[in-house]
């Protein structure tokens, strides 16, 4: 094809309007022009065999360009072209695309989807300007195969855009060839200056849309809530979050705009407001907070056209901070107090605080009767009742037995629920709604449960779930600690009990053998024969109490070293008891000391036969010693959950409070039994709790005016 024969405008394919003529040149007519019906009638395959330069396809979408407007320009087109077909056509790639015709229909399903090269609209695209055929087949520039039967005339224009890029064809044709006249061609030259107007409009409102649609997009990604208004105070944009936050907010039910908008009104009074703190509340009655942003949109005059808004969530850095406060306010009172039931309190006020929860309470584990024991409790102020508590929880009763049994937190959304594993005595369903309990660990084995209750119905939440924990973590870290605390100190108490035991204990027998066996050996015939055998006697007995001493003394320590072997076999603990009860009997004979003795036909425990009547013997001796004459003394024996408790009374004064845990050292009397000699090593006590702890029990001193007891738990299962 040749395009320097004079048959393509050169310039803009503009027409001068003064004269009508094209203005750099004239173009070639080859065949006069011929108008009319039969042109119209025999249009289909002509104009295929002219403009297709390609195989009929299915019309194609048009996107964003397609326009019943476009229609209509093609028929202005054709009209003030005075042809009986026209069409505009947008460039896509390297093929040319329908976006507007007039004419038969099916003859605009071939050029549905024309390729540049090849086409006379191709032509149009590459030049850049006009391109005016007469008569196509004498026209060289007309691709071979383009036209195969009859000629035709082509009057084709550029459609560009506001930079002066070809953008598409604006064109019209006749079925006969024909000399175009200047105002035809100036009608199609103005027809393409509308086209380049309405595909920009089209361009710019798709572009537009596209902008919309990004900025919406970005919006509704943010964590921040985004609102705008007009000149008049009307919301006028609101992005996801900020929707999900007017949902969530109990003010408004109808899930719209409600008290957070406040900034917007002031932006509109020409305020600009940055990082203002803003709390609202959530469905679920925590308080949630937030950081405000606000300015006013000006217009082209400066004037305030309306306003937006970003509300920035920052309850989570909010909690995060007040979580670090709760640590710290927890690992304080750890830090002063003597154990962790007077610690409890202060944690548990701090646990309820941070929460924002009205309700917490701390159980540990009473190993020898196998149940949880509440040690601390806490209830926020103005809370309207205090809440139940049982004085136990067995395994797995409960929600602190099932968070001791399942040894995991567990998160209950609603404790007025049957399932809630909260009993309804204690639930108060009308005032308790979400609980939360984490075991408490010592390192190896759960200890202890902490619990905490809100008023309302919350979904479970890890950040509450992790501290709940950590601060678990730090009860159980503070137990662990105290007992090798402790433990430090029993041995360094041990070791001087023992120097002064025997600078004491093993001096008093000492002295007295050595001092009997001088009045023997310095004693004449007649001495010997009248007070001999009570000398002998005294040596005797105090070699006894020496010998007692140092058995009671070598089986501690092997305790203490783990180097005793306490055997755990089922044996009948109300028969040892029993047993001992009848010889003690028997031995004290009429001395003015009555045993009482409740005990149960049997109670099979897993334990040392012989060191358990050794223990049973020593704590009823210690009792007949300190009893008053005439007072009593009583043995029980009963099963209390899934434990056996043995408690020994005596009828004397109570042991002083302070005294009580004294007298599990050794070697320590109470204040009581310093009136009078008392046989008997003192190591009684010390060495019961060694065995009895080695059975996985527990050892302690209670009492009031009317006597002191001794009682001892053991459990009834194998641990």
Same mark, same amino acid.
């Given at each position: ?36 019906? =039969? ?6 395959? @002509? ?65 549905a989807d024309t390729p540049l090269e090849g086409s006379l609209g191709g032509m149009v695209v590459r030049s850049g300007g006009a391109v ?11 691709? !071979? ?9 082509? #009057? ?5 855009? *506001? #930079? ?17 006249? !200047? ?10 200056? %509308? ?22 997009? %970005? ?30 907010? !109990? ?84 830090? $002063? ?10 944690? #548990? ?36 009742? &205090? ?68 008023? &309302? ?43 002064? @035991? ?44 020496? *010998? ?12 203490? &070293? $783990?180097? =005793? ?113 008392? !046989?008997?090593? $003192? ?37």
């Amino acid at each position: 094809m040749n395009e320097d024969d004079g048959r393509v405008d050169s310039g803009d394919g503009r027409v001068n309007r003064d004269d009508g003529r094209v203005h750099d040149q004239d173009p070639v007519r080859a065949v006069p022009a011929a108008t009319g019906e =039969a042109g119209a009638v025999t249009g289909a395959h @002509l104009l295929r065999d002219v403009l297709a330069g390609a195989a009929a396809r299915p019309v194609l979408h048009r996107g964003v360009l397609t326009s019943g407007t476009a229609d209509q320009l093609a028929a202005l087109t054709a009209r003030g072209a005075q042809t009986p077909s026209a069409c505009i056509q947008f460039v896509e790639g390297d093929r040319l695309r329908l976006y507007g015709s007039w004419g038969v229909s099916a003859d605009w399903d071939a050029i549905a989807d024309t390729p540049l090269e090849g086409s006379l609209g191709g032509m149009v695209v590459r030049s850049g300007g006009a391109v005016i055929v007469d008569d196509a087949t004498a026209d060289d520039r007309v691709p !071979p195969g383009v036209v195969r039967k009859h000629g035709g005339a082509y #009057l084709g224009y550029p459609v560009h855009d *506001r #930079l002066g890029q070809v953008l598409g064809v604006c064109c019209a044709y006749d079925l006969r060839p024909r000399a175009w006249a !200047p105002e035809q061609m100036t009608a199609v030259a103005e027809a393409a200056e %509308v086209a380049t107007l309405l595909i920009g409009e089209q361009l710019a409102r798709h572009e537009l849309e596209q902008q919309h649609r990004f900025l919406d997009a %970005v919006l509704d990604s943010l964590h921040d809530g985004v609102t705008a208004c007009d000149a008049a105070g009307r919301v006028v944009f609101a992005n996801e979050r900020m929707r999900r936050l007017w949902a969530d907010d !109990p003010r408004d039910g109808s899930g719209g705009p409600g008290g957070g908008e406040l900034g917007l009104y002031r932006a509109l009074r020409g305020e600009r407001v940055r990082d203002e703190p803003v709390t609202r509340p959530g469905r679920t009655r925590r308080t949630r907070h937030f950081l405000m942003d606000a300015q006013p949109i000006l217009g082209p005059d400066a004037s305030v056209v309306g306003a937006v808004q970003a509300m920035q969530d920052v309850t989570r850095q909010r909690r995060a901070e007040r979580f670090r406060s709760c640590e710290l306010a927890v690992t304080t009172a750890l830090a $002063g107090a003597p154990s962790i039931e007077a610690a409890g309190p202060r944690m #548990l006020e701090a646990v309820v605080a941070t929460l924002d929860w009205v309700h917490a309470e701390l159980w540990m584990l009473d190993p020898p009767a196998g149940v949880l024991r509440p040690a601390a409790r806490w209830s926020a102020p103005g809370w309207p009742s &205090a809440v139940r508590v049982p004085e136990t929880l067995a395994y797995g009763q409960g929600l602190a037995g099932r968070a001791w049994q399942v040894d995991e937190p567990l998160w209950i959304q609603d404790v007025g629920q049957p399932q809630s594993l909260v009993p309804a005595a204690e639930a108060s369903p009308e005032r308790l709604h979400t609980a939360l309990a984490v075991p408490v660990h010592d390192g190896s084995e759960a200890i202890g449960v902490l619990t905490g209750f809100a008023d &309302a119905v919350e979904d479970p939440e890890d950040e509450l779930v992790a501290l709940m924990s950590g601060i678990a973590a730090h009860m159980g870290q503070f137990v662990e600690r105290r007992r090798v605390e402790d433990l430090q100190r029993q041995l360094v108490r041990s070791k001087n009990e023992y120097l002064a @035991l025997i600078g004491h204990e093993l001096r008093t027998p000492l002295t007295s053998i050595s001092a009997y066996t001088e009045l023997l050996r310095e004693a004449d015939e007649e001495t010997l024969v009248r007070d001999g055998p009570r000398l002998i006697e005294v040596v005797e007995r105090n070699a006894l109490a020496l *010998r007692e001493i140092i058995n009671e003394l070598l089986e501690l320590s092997a305790l203490d &070293a $783990g180097h =005793a072997d306490v055997r755990r076999t089922p044996m009948d603990l109300a028969e040892v008891v029993r047993d001992v009860v009848d010889r003690t009997r028997a031995a004290i004979g009429a001395a003015p000391v009555v045993i009482d003795a409740d005990l149960p036909t049997e109670l099979i425990v897993p334990g040392d036969r012989d060191r358990l009547r050794h223990i049973v013997e020593n704590l009823l001796g210690s009792a007949i010693r300190y009893s008053p004459d005439g007072g009593h003394v009583e043995v029980s024996l009963r099963r209390a959950g899934r434990t056996a408790e043995l408690a020994v009374s005596d009828a004397a004064a109570d042991v002083p409070r302070d005294e009580r845990e004294k007298l599990f050292t050794g070697r320590y009397r109470t204040s009581r039994g310093h009136d009078r000699t008392l !046989p008997g090593s $003192g190591l009684g006590l010390t060495l019961s709790r060694a065995v009895v702890e080695r059975l996985h029990g527990s050892v302690e001193l209670t009492g009031g005016d009317s006597g002191t007891t001794v009682l001892v738990r053991l459990p009834l299962d194998v641990r």
